[in-house]
């Protein structure tokens, strides 16, 4: 706003001593102070309010108007609580310099005329952010090309002094401006955005974290009208440093005006997915139907610009099967893990397709994942770079998701070796779709499996009827726990640092800290309750999956 128009508001009790021809300055800001070099808290387009305290002598005047003329503020407004009249050698000083002076009523506060100003200062600065979000919004509908988010980022930064970050669905930051945020705490952000989206309530959450008020404001693209269980997890959201409880309906439609064209660009996102996409199902559809190996691979060569861009030599291939399951189903839960695989394999600087081409059908998704190496054996040099593990992907949707299925939802995933022909991606598909029922049978609300995991007992567990499963444990474990139970022993302990020593009557007894005789005493109470003898392998065997399935 400019000098003119808070010289003709008669509520805030100003009269112009000099400086009439510099009104049209524009003010940005109030700023009050009695110290003698204020320069130091100086931008520059400030009305400054003094009570004059600093003035002890004439020449003081000269010093005080001459720094503020250099910091470049608008105005100077003096208080007439105090004073008869303004001192002489101020109104010359201001004159000498051009700027601007004004005496303020008595009647009138201070904060009268830094909450008018900062009403003003904000609306107008609002109102101009409205327009240029408006103009971004309407290029970018338009067609692919625009800066993107960071250009609003900017702008909420540069005329409204709001830091803002873009983040995903499990934290990873989109755009933000210019300095990263931590991890952790987008991770954090992540997981409050999704436990207040679970609720219904609209938007913007609020969150304290590090001392800090965060608020959050959902962004909500194409899929708007799908199932709200999987826009829970898969939407990105806007979280301001700021709290916006107190913020004016004008404040909070303009940041919900910013959240409409971070949505284009979401959308534009997703649509630059749609040849990987493609791609992935044609290449799914041949393995999964056993279509020739000579096929798959022509499908994998014309693949490999898009998912491998740049990628010399031979390159290996992992698949990756994960489920979003819910009571009830329904038709959103293959597209919500295709989403959130596209989100965690697609890396850090993931834009448009990324390194990764994600399939969805009978409510999976499934991942096929480009790794760059030459044509040896995996784990011989030369294999693949960096494969992905189970405990990898599990660290990268752990956290945040949690918090978004709740207690009744549940994501499941099954990882692959790495393969490095077309006839090999069948049995990677089985592997990886074997794994994911595996981590299928584990508790937790996410939780991963991977291939090798398949070589063992525990691919056999899941397929176990859950009948069998109580009937065997009970025959076995019920008498152990009872007496347990009612001596207050612990022969469950023991069978298991048994197991665990591989019958060592040494070590186990190290390990429990007991004599070897007190042992081996536990040992037969246990095989006396049980009608086992431990020395049999076949009898340690069941013990030992007992054990497991319980």
């Avoid at 709200?228 to 107190?246: Q, S, Y």
């Avoid at 040896?376 to 949690?402: I, K, V």
């Avoid at 474990?477 to 347990?484: F, G, M």
Wanted: charge should be negative.
């Amino acid at each position: 706003m400019r000098l003119r128009a808070l010289l003709d508001t008669g509520t805030l009790g100003l009269r112009l001593l000099g400086g009439e021809a510099e009104l049209d300055r524009t003010v940005r800001g109030v700023m009050t102070t009695d110290l003698r070099d204020p320069s130091r808290y100086l931008s520059g387009g400030e009305l400054v309010l003094t009570g004059l305290t600093w003035r002890h002598t004439p020449a003081d005047s000269e010093a005080f108007v001459r720094l503020l003329a250099a910091a470049g503020v608008a105005a100077l407004a003096v208080g007439e609580a105090e004073l008869r009249a303004v001192p002489d050698d101020l109104v010359e000083a201001c004159a000498r310099h051009r700027l601007p002076l004004f005496a303020v009523d008595e009647r009138v506060a201070f904060a009268t005329i830094t909450e008018y100003v900062a009403r003003q200062v904000s609306g107008e600065r609002a109102g101009d952010l409205a327009a240029v979000v408006e103009r971004h919004r309407r290029l970018m509908s338009s067609g692919p090309a625009g800066g993107g988010p960071d250009a609003v980022l900017d702008l909420l930064g540069s005329d409204l002094d709001l830091r803002a970050w873009v983040l995903s669905a499990t934290g990873r930051e989109i755009a933000g401006p210019g300095r990263p945020l931590p991890p952790q705490l987008g991770a954090e952000l992540a997981g409050a955005q999704q436990a207040a989206a679970r609720t219904g309530r609209r938007g913007p959450y609020r969150i304290a974290v590090q001392g800090r008020t965060y608020s959050l404001f959902p962004v909500s693209g194409a899929a708007a009208g799908t199932d709200p269980r999987a826009r829970v997890l898969t939407d990105w959201f806007l979280a301001v440093e700021a709290d916006a409880g107190d913020w004016p309906d004008e404040r909070l439609d303009l940041l919900r005006g910013v959240t409409q064209l971070i949505a284009v660009e979401r959308d534009r996102r997703d649509a630059a997915r749609a040849v990987a996409r493609r791609l992935a199902g044609e290449i799914f559809d041949l393995v999964a139907g056993g279509g020739a190996p000579a096929e798959t691979g022509a499908r994998l060569r014309a693949a490999a610009p898009v998912l491998a861009p740049g990628a010399e030599g031979a390159t290996y291939w992992q698949i990756v099967v994960a489920a979003v399951d819910w009571p009830g189903g329904g038709p959103a839960a293959g597209p919500a893990a295709q989403a959130l695989l596209e989100e965690v394999l697609a890396g850090p600087a993931a834009d448009g397709p990324g390194r990764v081409a994600v399939a969805h059908a009978e409510g999976q998704a499934m991942a096929l994942l480009p790794l760059a190496g030459a044509a040896h054996a995996p784990g011989e040099p030369g294999g693949p770079h960096d494969p992905l593990t189970a405990d990898s992907l599990h660290a990268l949707l752990r956290g945040p998701l949690a918090r978004g299925l709740g207690d009744e939802g549940r994501l499941t995933a099954g990882v692959s070796a790495a393969v490095s022909s077309p006839e090999g991606l069948r049995g990677a598909l089985e592997e990886a779709r074997h794994a994911r029922r595996v981590a299928a049978a584990r508790p937790g609300t996410v939780s991963v499996a991977g291939h090798e995991e398949l070589a063992s007992h525990v691919l056999l567990l899941p397929f176990v009827p859950d009948d069998v499963r109580r009937a065997f444990t009970a025959r076995l474990l019920d008498p152990l726990r009872a007496y347990d139970r009612r001596h207050r022993s612990d022969l469950i302990t023991t069978l298991e640092a048994f197991l665990d020593c591989d019958g060592s009557w040494t070590r186990c007894a190290t390990r429990l800290h007991l004599h070897v005789n007190t042992l081996r005493y536990r040992i037969t109470r246990i095989e006396q309750l049980t009608g086992r003898d431990l020395s049999r392998l076949e009898d340690k065997l069941d013990f030992f999956l007992a054990l497991r399935m319980s």
